[in-house]
């Protein structure tokens, strides 16, 4: 079978100057993608920023032979997602792929957590791929074609202590992933989420000895299948680290049903009801509620 290539594809990568980002950016590229390098060049916390760091990532693509502009915008605004989306116009006149990568980190205990530290992290995480996705939205449905890849984490998908402003804003990017994929099907527009485990500026503390075994280049390859024509998936999540890929997936048991139940009954049926043994994977709310109907007797 053909490589898969990028050929006339235009690609935004947020938070791309290091770390996952950079690698998508470079993967991309080298298979052809035409690239807008978004990094503000902030700490890991969203302190400072620099134009430089996007710019060498830029540059680095352009001497390895590819096409890539610098953009140092936040995507914590709207403003900044805007403008964004505003530089791959400018240079290259369309925008088909969009990887929201962009993340920083400001842990806390739930018991010390203040407004301080909860709004930046939503902000660039949750609000960033609203910001961002938003204004290429458009363009997207009129072209007929886009695909969107939002960085998740098994801190929200799972949770993890310490997180949750993190881990929050995370799995917000899971509910926004499905919903984006339902509105964007009937325009060409797949959307789907990843959940990496890799050594960066954000994780390397916490990973340890397997930090070495978590390189971020091994994230990059199943990024470009679900940014590629030819992905076969939308609106699910992927886990993805160490050449593992595996699917994260919402599932419903099969439930205990008793019209008219009290209390106590909640109470003693319910590890019944949580019974995973028989289950479904729902692939939208109507799969739940086709479910209820059948246990009404209301199903034709």
Known sequence: ?????????????TGAAGGLGRQH??????????????????TVHGAGGSDEAAAQVAAEIVAAGGEAVPDSHSVATPEGGR????TALDNFGRVDIIVNNAGILADKTFQNMTSDLL??????????????????????????????VNTSSSSGILGNFGQSNYGAAKMGLVGLTRVLAAEGARYGIKVNAIAPVARTRMTEDLLG???????????SPTVALLCHEECPITGEVL?????RVARF??????????PGHTPEDVRD???????????????????????LTRLFGLES
């Open 249 to 258: 997936f919402i599932g419903m048991t099969e439930g205990w049903y008793q």
């Open 209 to 219: 000895a397997a930090g070495t075994y978590v390189d971020p280049a091994e994230v």
């Open 25 to 42: 950016a470079l993967l991309l590229a080298g298979r052809g993608a035409r690239v807008v390098v978004n990094d503000t060049g902030g």
């Open 239 to 243: 886990s993805v680290g160490g050449g």
């Open 119 to 148: 709004d930046p992290v939503v902000d660039v995480h949750l609000k960033g791929a609203f910001h961002v996705t938003q204004p290429a939205w458009a363009l997207m449905r009129e072209q007929g074609y886009g695909r969107i």
């Open 83 to 86: 403008a964004i989306v505003a």
């Open 1 to 13: 079978m053909a490589d898969l290539g990028f050929d006339d594809k235009v690609a935004i990568v």
């Open 269 to 291: 049926h319910l590890d019944e009801a949580r019974d995973p043994s028989r289950h479904t994977i729902p692939e939208g709310t109507a799969d739940e509620f086709a479910l």
